[in-house]
């Protein structure tokens, strides 16, 4: 019985033969087979590259999309039809290696990039013995042929595909250092606008046919949109973000009024017009990753993300700006008054250098609301609003607090629940107001409402499963009066309860 041959996906570099590896030369020369991919009605890049070091006698697979670009009558569409393809392609390779014979699939570039080569080892590399054989990348070759440094230091670098829609592709750039957008073609005229948006596009260079002889480059606006081939890529060196410098020992006569933004719990229809018109008019916008990904990038626009422990440093950074007269925002989930920003603005704007600031805080919709309608009523009386966080206060306040919530018999709405670090809290929280409350107390549990993910669960005290809760959660535990209607809505009476 023969043994089974092996598989090689080689990488041929950007386009010089000159670039292939000494590796990737050798396995070429000695292959049975030699597989690539090409387009309909053209020759493979690929071969073109390579064929220098074809043996005699070599077998060929020309391995041809049924569809590239444009459209097709395969019952399944395009993913159909490349699947099928894929599938077909595999079985042919795969007959070669079942009778011994070394393959070796052709890849421009590097075979685990952006290439075609990954499809077939997702197909044959669980069965036959594979190798990798890593190529130089197109855009090693573009920065080299620019002459540009990418990214230095602790910089980073972001590759994107310029099939992104345009407002990621914008919000992404405005937040990277360097970056290589890559798939242009029939994308450059949105690619530019996404440049421009995200105040990227002095600076980011063109470059076509990186290391062949017909390479050329250019600066990205200086590009003629319908001269954009698929062998084309944009750099945007790291030097040419623009570096913030706020001049705190100066005088500044005309600070800018700072806002502080609550976003509301998630969908943009949540956004309230007033917060809207807002962040269409501020230069800068700061806030923890998640909420200033949030905000659309646009021109004129400049994003500060930071962690989700450097509040105050962050409330400083935007006063510091607002004082020299730069229009801010700072942003928040929910409501920003409701354990937001809000509250660490006021605590750095306590410094007296920033006493000419004005502050204004404008409301978001709050998860406790959010939560609440979702199911029904149940803040409907008296409640009180808790976050069993103990990073800002001790949990013996917490636990303190909570007791004197039980025993008022109001209705308790509970933020930041549990996170990876702190894991008894809610099982703490449970044990205390049981010593108040019935086990039937109804609870609500509210996970990323508003969001895809959404879901709501109406239980009760005594049957809450504490390690079903994690920080996307929101809970409402009800006084003695909540109760639940017989379609699972929960509500509590404005009136006091005349069990009590």
């Known amino acids: 019985m023969t043994a089974p041959g092996r598989l090689y996906g080689v990488g041929l570099g950007p386009g010089d033969p000159e670039l292939i590896t000494l590796k990737a030369a050798r396995l070429i020369e000695s292959a049975d087979v030699i597989a690539y991919h090409q387009g309909v009605g053209k020759q493979s890049n690929a071969r073109r590259i390579a064929v220098g070091l074809f043996p005699a006698g070599v077998v060929e697979e020309v391995l041809q999309y049924p ?167 944009i750099v945007v060196p790291g030097d040419t973000k623009p570096r913030l410098a706020v001049d705190v020992t100066r005088s500044h006569p005309a600070a800018a009024e700072l806002l502080v933004i609550g976003l509301g719990p998630g969908p943009d229809r949540w956004l309230t017009p007033e917060v809207t018109e807002a962040l269409a008019d501020v230069q800068h916008v700061i806030g923890y990753a998640p909420y200033v990904d949030r905000v659309p990038q646009r021109e004129g626009l400049t994003r500060h993300s930071s962690g989700n422990t450097v509040e105050v440093d962050r409330a400083r950074l935007a006063l510091d700006l607002a004082l020299g007269g730069e229009r801010v925002a700072v942003v928040s989930g929910g409501d920003a008054g409701i354990f937001g920003m809000a509250a660490a603005v006021f605590e750095a704007a306590e410094d007296a250098a920033y006493a000419d600031v004005p502050i204004r805080v404008l409301p978001g919709l709050s998860a406790v609301q959010v939560v609440a309608a979702r199911a029904g009523a149940p803040i409907g009386g008296d409640f009180a609003v808790m976050s069993l966080s103990d990073r800002l206060k001790p949990w013996e306040l917490i636990e303190k607090r909570m007791r004197a919530v039980a025993e008022a018999d109001l209705v308790l709405a509970v933020y930041n629940p549990r996170s990876r670090s702190r894991t008894t809290q809610v099982a703490d929280m449970q044990r205390i107001l049981l010593e108040h409350r019935d086990p039937s107390t109804v609870v609500v549990v509210g996970r990323d409402v508003g969001r895809a993910e959404e879901s709501l669960t109406v239980t009760t005290l005594g049957e809450l499963d504490p390690e079903t809760i994690d920080m996307k959660c929101l809970l409402i535990v009800g006084a003695s009066g909540t109760r639940v209607t017989p379609a699972g809505q929960a509500w509590t009476p404005r009136f006091a309860d005349e069990t009590r």
């Open 67 to 233: 569809v590239t670009t444009g459209t097709t009558d395969h019952p399944g569409g395009y993913a159909g039809a490349m699947a099928e393809f894929y599938e077909e392609c595999a079985a042919r390779l795969g007959a070669h290696l079942e009778a011994g014979r070394t393959v070796v699939i052709l890849a421009e570039g590097d075979p685990l990039f952006y290439g075609s080569y990954m499809y077939m080892h997702d197909r044959l590399a669980d069965r036959f013995e594979t190798e990798v054989v890593p190529g130089v990348p197109a855009f090693a070759a573009a920065t080299a042929a620019v002459a540009s440094p990418l990214v230095r230091l602790t910089d980073v670098l972001t590759i994107l595909p310029g099939t992104l829609p345009e407002p990621e592709l914008a919000r992404r750039l405005a937040d990277t250092d360097g970056a290589i957008i890559m798939k242009l073609g029939r994308t450059f005229p949105a690619v530019v606008s996404a440049l421009r948006q995200a105040g990227r596009l002095d600076g980011a260079l063109y470059v076509e046919r990186a290391s062949m002889p017909e390479q050329r480059w250019m600066p990205v606006a200086d590009v003629d949109p319908t001269s954009v081939p698929y062998f084309s890529l």
